[in-house]
């Protein structure tokens, strides 16, 4: 349910993995909630021809699984999945597929949100942006794992 | 002793590779290797307080010691999604 790739992404493949996951658990799953990351067309008013994503991808599954299990220390009936894309990706390409499966809606939604801010706060991956007239490494948190007051700002974005 | 230093995204570029060997002086810590990586390669010291590292595929702090044969990876800030 956790994949680095280089190969396009698929929703489907992974929500039907993440929800079998659970499927039989408790009160099984009700909620299948996804969240794509896509490749937009312009960064800060510049034209975006293309991105290469880059991961340290030992450590970045490790991530991504120290954020499922944050995931369900909070929500215990949730299964999560994580798969980022990395190398060259077009405009409208997904470099991030999240799946949140839970009994119940609400708790789908949340931990789609969360999933989503703690990738952005802690995994070792680097956006390499391609301009028409330029190129530029996107740097974004400075990675503290144990940053309480930051996992804290996660949860209450995903709460909100 | 001799570490593997690993470098990612712009580190990377600065640095003109992705790894390399580093030697330093026992006892030494995340922070000595970064500094003797970055008398090598100068155009890493603007990351000095933006860097993070890794040793051995486990986030640590650069206060952490590191052995004979580690792997240590410096981390630029992260933008995944």
């Known amino acids: 349910m956790l994949a680095v790739t280089r190969a396009p992404l698929s929703v489907d493949a992974l929500a039907a993995e993440v929800e079998a996951s659970v499927r039989e ?19 800060q008013g510049r034209a975006v021809r ?43 390409d997904a470099s991030i597929v999240i799946i949140a499966a ?24 680097w956006k390499h942006e391609f301009f028409e007239d330029g ?10 794992p144990d940053d309480d007051a930051a996992r804290a700002r996660a949860m209450e974005i995903a709460c909100a | 002793m001799r570490v593997t230093v690993r470098l ?8 003109g590779a992705e790894s390399m060997t580093v030697e330093v002086p026992a006892p030494a810590t995340a922070a ?5 990586l970055c008398v090598t390669a100068p155009a ?31 981390l630029p800030p992260v933008s995944g999604g």
């Open chain 1, 135 to 144: 190129e530029a490494w996107v740097e974004g948190a400075i990675v503290n």
């Open chain 2, 32 to 36: 000595t290797v970064w500094r003797a």
């Open chain 1, 25 to 43: 658990h408790g009160e099984g799953c009700g909620a299948v909630a996804s969240f794509l990351g896509v490749v937009r067309a312009t960064h």
């Open chain 1, 102 to 125: 839970t009994a119940h809606r609400a708790e789908a939604f949340q931990v789609c949100r969360y999933a989503i801010e703690r990738v952005k706060q802690i995994a070792p991956v």
């Open chain 1, 50 to 92: 293309y991105l290469e994503y880059e991961a340290f991808d030992a450590l970045a599954l490790k991530v991504f699984a120290q954020i499922q299990a944050e995931a369900v220390d909070r929500w215990p009936s949730a299964a999560l999945g994580i798969a980022h894309r990395v190398g060259r990706l077009a405009i409208g």
């Open chain 2, 8 to 15: 990612f995204a712009r580190l990377r570029e600065l640095a």
């Open chain 2, 44 to 74: 890493l010291v603007p990351f000095e307080r933006a860097v993070s590292c890794a040793i051995n595929t486990n986030f640590s702090r650069m206060s952490h010691a590191v052995a004979d044969g580690d792997d240590v990876a410096f």
